[in-house]
C-alpha cells in the first residue's frame, strides 16, 4: 500500500522527511506552541462545521437557530462552548507562539517569506475571531460590531466606504449578518487553507531555526520533538474541554437596536479600545487607524529591521526593545482598562444583563408583598411619580430589562420625588436573578396584556 501511495501522490517519501527533519538544539517544549495552536485550529474547524449545519444567518433566524443548537440539537450545548473558548485559546496560542518565533529570531534570513506567510496566517485567525461574535446576533455581537465597524469608518478617505461594504449599507441587518457569515466560516477559512500548505512547505525547505545555544545536539523531529508535541497538545485540548464542560457560553438577549448595551472589544483588543480615550475628535484616526496599523507594519518588517548574524547585534537589541514596547503597552493599555471598567461598575452592569430569571421564586407573593402597594394590583401604579406598566409606549424606545432591574436593585433616590413615595432598593433582599424574574413574568405582561385589549 505504501509502495502504490508513493507511486501516485509521494506522500509517505515527504511524511518521512518531515519526521526525519534535523531539530538544532534538541527538542523542547516551547516548540509545542505551534503544535497546540494547529490542534486548536482543527477544533475551531470541526466546531465550525458542526454549528453550521443548524445555524440560519438571517437576522430573523440567527438569534433563534443559536438557541436550537444550544437547546436541542445533539451536544449542541457543548460544541458551542467549545467553539466560543476556542476562540480565546486560539488567539492565547497565536500570541504566545509569535513572541517564541521573535525570541528565537525566525524571520531572519533565508526566513523572511516564511514570516510573512506566517504573520498573513496570524492576521486571518484574528479576522476570523472577530468577524464570529455577531453571528449570534444577541446584544453582546450587535453592540460589540457597532463599536468594531465604528472604529473602521473612521479611517480617512476609505473608512466610510469601506464600513458601508461591510456593514452591506448604513446600519447592521441582514446583509451585515449574510456577509460576516461568509467571511467568518467561507471566505477567511479558504484563505487560511490556502497559505497553511505554503507555510509547511517553506518550514519543511528551510528546517528549525538554531537556537542562541548551538546546533548542538541535532536529533530528528520523529519521535523526539513529535512526543513533545502530541502530549502538549493533548493536554491543552483537555483544558479546552474542561473549560467548555465548565464553563458554558451564554447567549445573550436578541439584539435590539434601540437598547444600548455596555459592549467592549475582546480581551486581546482591549489595548485599541484604551487607546481611544486618549485621541479625541480630529486626532481619533491615530488610534484607530495610525497605532495599531504601525504596530502591523513593524511586526511584518521584523526580518528587515534585523539583519545580522549576530545575537548580540544593534538588530536583535531594537527587535527585542521592539518587542517589549509591543507587550508592556498591550499588558498596561489592556490592565488600565479593565481597572477603569471595575471602578467604574461596568462589570456589575455586565451581571445584571447576564442574570437569568430565578425560575423557583415566588414572583407573585413578592409582588403582591413589596410591590402591589405603589403599583397597583394591574401595574397602573397608584402613585404620580409610579410609571405605568400596562402602557405598551412604556416598553417601547429604549426601554430595558436592565434598567428596570437596576430600580429594582438600587433604587431611585430621585430628590425631586417625595420621600415616602420614591423607589426603596431591594438589593439586600433580591438577587439579580430575581428581579429579572420580576421584570419578566410580572411587569412586562401588564404592558402586553393591555395592548391585546
Not at 29 to 41: D, R
Not at 225 to 235: E, G, T
Request: proline fraction near 7%; include cysteine; charge should be neutral.
Amino acid at each position: 500500500m505504501g509502495g502504490w501511495l508513493e507511486e501516485r501522490t509521494g506522500l509517505p517519501s515527504a511524511l518521512r522527511r518531515w519526521c526525519e527533519r534535523p531539530i538544532p538544539g534538541g527538542a523542547r517544549w516551547s516548540y509545542s506552541l505551534g503544535a497546540a495552536l494547529l490542534a486548536l485550529l482543527l477544533v475551531q474547524v470541526t466546531t465550525c462545521i458542526a454549528l453550521s449545519l443548524s445555524y440560519s444567518p438571517s437576522a430573523d433566524t440567527a438569534h433563534s437557530s443559536v438557541q436550537f443548537i444550544m437547546e436541542e440539537a445533539f451536544l449542541g450545548q457543548f460544541i458551542r462552548s467549545l467553539h466560543y473558548h476556542g476562540t480565546n485559546f486560539t488567539v492565547t496560542f497565536l500570541i504566545l507562539t509569535a513572541v517564541r518565533l521573535v525570541i528565537a529570531r525566525a524571520y531572519r534570513k533565508p526566513r523572511e517569506i516564511q514570516w510573512l506567510v506566517a504573520f498573513a496566517l496570524g492576521m486571518l485567525v484574528l479576522a476570523t475571531a472577530i468577524t464570529g461574535y455577531v453571528l449570534p446576533w444577541d446584544q453582546y455581537g450587535y453592540w460589540g460590531t457597532q463599536v468594531r465597524t465604528s472604529i473602521m469608518g473612521s479611517g480617512p478617505v476609505v473608512g466610510p466606504r469601506l464600513k458601508t461594504f461591510v456593514l452591506g449599507g448604513n446600519e447592521l441587518g441582514n446583509l451585515t449578518l449574510t456577509r460576516f457569515y461568509t467571511a467568518h466560516a467561507l471566505l477567511l477559512p479558504a484563505l487560511f487553507a490556502v497559505l497553511l500548505p505554503v507555510y509547511f512547505r517553506l518550514a519543511a525547505r528551510h528546517g528549525v531555526p538554531t537556537p542562541k545555544g548551538g546546533a548542538e545536539p541535532v536529533v530528528p523531529y520523529w519521535p523526539f520533538q513529535a512526543a513533545r508535541d502530541n502530549s502538549f497538545a493533548l493536554l491543552v485540548l483537555a483544558a479546552l474541554f474542561g473549560v467548555a464542560l465548565l464553563f458554558p457560553a451564554r447567549l445573550g438577549e436578541v439584539a435590539d437596536p434601540q437598547v444600548t448595551y455596555p459592549a467592549r472589544p475582546e480581551w486581546y483588543f482591549l489595548w485599541l479600545f484604551q487607546t481611544l480615550k486618549y485621541f479625541k475628535g480630529p486626532l481619533e484616526v491615530v488610534g484607530t487607524v495610525v497605532i495599531p496599523h504601525a504596530v502591523a507594519v513593524v511586526v511584518a518588517l521584523l526580518p528587515f529591521l534585523d539583519r545580522g548574524e549576530s545575537w548580540s547585534g544593534l538588530g536583535r537589541r531594537a527587535v527585542l526593545g521592539i518587542l517589549a514596547l509591543i507587550v508592556c503597552g498591550w499588558a498596561s493599555l489592556s490592565a488600565l482598562a479593565l481597572w477603569e471598567d471595575l471602578k467604574s461598575g461596568h462589570f456589575a452592569e455586565l451581571a445584571l444583563w447576564e442574570a437569568t430569571p430565578d425560575e423557583g421564586w415566588d414572583v407573585e407573593g413578592c409582588y403582591k408583598e413589596k410591590c402591589a402597594k405603589c403599583h397597583g394590583r394591574d401595574g397602573a401604579g397608584y402613585l404620580d411619580s409610579t410609571p405605568d406598566f400596562t402602557l405598551p409606549e412604556y416598553w417601547k424606545g429604549a426601554r430595558s430589562d436592565v434598567r428596570l432591574i437596576k430600580a429594582i436593585l438600587k433604587g431611585i433616590p430621585n430628590e425631586n420625588i417625595p420621600e415616602d413615595e420614591r423607589m426603596p432598593a431591594f438589593e439586600k433582599e433580591l438577587t439579580p436573578g430575581q428581579a429579572k424574574a420580576m421584570v419578566v413574568w410580572k411587569l412586562r405582561p401588564f404592558g402586553e396584556a393591555s395592548e391585546k385589549e
